[in-house]
Structures are given as structure tokens and as C-alpha cells.
């Protein structure tokens, strides 16, 4: 199946680091999402950025695409514990009637 | 608080047998997709319903079913469970068609096979 990657696998900083995870995908996109999951729970959406952008802010979140390199990546600045999740990009890879997830970065924001 | 509530939370089924999860989305949502998360990985999308027809599907066998409502409900089924089943099974909604794309996901429902 044709899905977003992300990298790295895991990661784990102090609180108070920035945290940045990358996303890569194979095909053309109308636009891509990230979301987070708590341990075992459902996924709340983050952000999404559109093909046609190249940055997006929201509060201590910030991604960027890029087009020509089928990637993304997620930066999460000043980090808490409470931001300790994994985190997926999610491509609709051009048909709106198709969601594809990576396997996601686990992180671990230590106190 | 995504307005999106899935039943049951936990489950337990023998090889062979049948299963039936449900999704509730909210009001005006009538986009639904399900999606399987096996542990430590992320979501697979199974299929896709707009308008109670399927409009997308992934890789999965037609073992896996579904069922939208006009009342924004839905089902996934599964027949002749496998062990491989063993998984959070996830739900989305979000409003009509349209190119914004954000899924509102339920909290799933933990499938275990034996």
C-alpha cells in the first residue's frame, strides 16, 4: 500500500527541547495531516497543510512540505510532558476517498 | 471531543466467528471511513462511505464489510475472523465531501481474536 513514512521511529528528549519528525510519501497529494495518538486511543487531528503550501503555523506547531521531495516534517518547539504520543502524517495521496497513515514517531518527552 | 463514539470499547472472539463494530458520527458528518491499527503500527484504511455507499476501499479482503446509515451510523463486519484480526479498529467522519480532509476518529474498538 502506498503510505507516508515517518522518521524517526522513536524519539525522546527533556521537556523544554523542540521535537522534529519527518514524513516522506510516494505519490501526489491533495494535501497532508498530521495527527496524534495517546497510548491505545483514538487520533486527534493536528494540522494539515495543503499541496500548495509550504509552511503552517499553529501555536507551538509547525510544518513544512515539500512537494518536490514528497516530504514533510513536524516541529514541536518548548515540548512538555503532556506532548509524549505518537505521531502520524496521513496523505490522501490525490483521491479524497482514500486516507493513508504512516507508521508513525513515538515520542517520549521526559519531565 | 470528536462527537465520534464507537462500541464496543473491548471484545473477544474465537477464530471463524463474526463481528460487528459500530460508529456513531456527529450530525452532518456523512463521511465515514474505518481504519485498522494493528499494535505498534499506524492506521490501515479499510474502506470509505459517503451517502451510505462505499466509495473507497484499501487492501482488505471482502470479508471485511460495512454499513452506512442515513442517521450518520455505521458498521463494520468481519466474517471467518482471523488471528491476524487482532486489532484497534477505528472509525472517522468528517462533513461532506470537500477538500479540508480532517478525519474526526472515535477511540476504537480493541478486537482480540484467539
Known amino acids: 500500500s502506498q503510505q507516508g513514512e515517518e522518521d524517526p521511529q522513536a524519539l525522546s528528549i527533556q521537556e523544554g527541547e523542540n521535537a522534529t519528525m519527518n514524513c516522506s510519501y510516494k505519490?501526489?497529494?491533495?494535501?497532508l495531516q498530521w495527527y496524534r495518538q495517546n497510548s491505545g486511543r483514538g487520533l486527534v487531528h493536528l494540522i494539515l497543510?495543503?499541496?500548495?503550501?509550504r509552511e503552517k503555523h499553529s501555536g507551538r506547531l509547525r510544518v513544512t512540505l515539500d512537494t518536490s521531495k514528497k516530504s514533510s516534517s513536524l516541529l514541536i518547539t518548548a515540548s512538555r510532558a503532556a506532548d509524549t504520543a505518537s505521531y502520524f502524517c496521513?496523505?490522501?495521496?490525490?483521491?479524497?476517498?482514500?486516507?493513508?497513515f504512516g507508521s508513525g514517531t513515538k515520542l517520549n518527552v521526559k519531565p | 471531543e470528536t462527537g465520534v463514539t464507537q462500541s464496543p470499547t473491548h471484545l473477544i472472539k474465537t477464530r471463524g466467528q463474526q463481528v460487528t463494530l459500530r460508529c456513531s458520527s456527529q450530525?452532518?458528518?456523512?463521511?465515514v471511513s474505518w481504519y485498522q491499527q494493528a499494535l505498534g503500527q499506524g492506521p490501515q484504511f479499510i474502506f470509505q462511505?459517503?451517502?451510505?455507499?462505499?466509495?473507497g476501499r484499501g487492501n482488505f479482503p471482502p470479508r471485511f464489510s460495512g454499513l452506512q446509515f442515513p442517521n450518520y451510523s455505521s458498521e463494520l463486519n468481519v466474517n471467518a475472523l482471523e488471528l491476524d484480526d487482532s486489532a484497534l479498529y477505528l472509525c472517522?467522519?468528517?462533513?461532506?465531501?470537500?477538500?479540508?480532509?480532517?478525519?474526526?476518529f472515535g477511540e476504537g474498538s480493541r478486537l482480540t481474536v484467539l
Open positions: 472517522a467522519s468528517r462533513p461532506q465531501g470537500g477538500p479540508t480532509g480532517e478525519l474526526f
Open positions: 496521513a496523505t490522501d495521496e490525490g483521491n479524497f476517498n482514500k486516507f493513508y
Open positions: 497543510i495543503r499541496s500548495n503550501e
Open positions: 505519490t501526489s497529494i491533495n494535501n
Open positions: 462511505y459517503y451517502r451510505e455507499e462505499e466509495n
Open positions: 450530525s452532518g458528518h456523512n463521511t
